[in-house]
Nanobody
Framework: FDLVESGGGSVQPGGSLRLSCEAS????????IGWFRQVPGEEREGISC????????KYIESVKGRFTISRDVAKNTMYLQMNNLKPEDAAVYYC?????????????????????WGQGTQVTVSS
């Protein structure tokens, strides 16, 4: 089970980035997926997550309407489209998958359920 991220970088406020996370060794389609971020000195937080079926998504309030989580089954890759980026979005972003699965919606973005992690990619937002 491996996740490899790409797509981070530096943008000005209001800019966009798309993070990618390619899975290998397992079929991403059958798992819930999540994007998390972490800034120095703070805990890693779940910002956007999707159920295995794809029918349910969850976003933290601060990214609603700006970020979109998605999954491409054919490419076995998950994405996080980030628009209208703000300086407070700057962080290291991680993709993750819960190997045991998540059955309850309220647990969809809970850190402790996720145990397969990408390597992290830095997002910087500054003018």
């Amino acid at each position: 089970f491996d996740l490899v991220e790409s797509g981070g970088g530096s943008v000005q406020p209001g800019g966009s980035l798309r993070l990618s996370c390619e899975a290998s060794g397992f079929n991403l389609e059958t798992y819930s997926i999540g994007w998390f971020r972490q800034v120095p000195g703070e805990e890693r937080e779940g910002i956007s997550c999707m159920s295995a079926s794809g029918m349910n998504t969850k976003y933290i309030e601060s990214v609603k309407g700006r970020f979109t989580i998605s999954r491409d089954v054919a490419k076995n890759t998950m994405y996080l489209q980030m628009n209208n980026l703000k300086p407070e979005d700057a962080a290291v972003y991680y993709c993750a998958v819960p190997k045991a699965g998540i059955t309850r919606y309220q647990n969809l973005c809970r850190l402790e359920f996720y145990d397969i992690w990408g390597q992290g990619t830095q997002v910087t937002v500054s003018s």
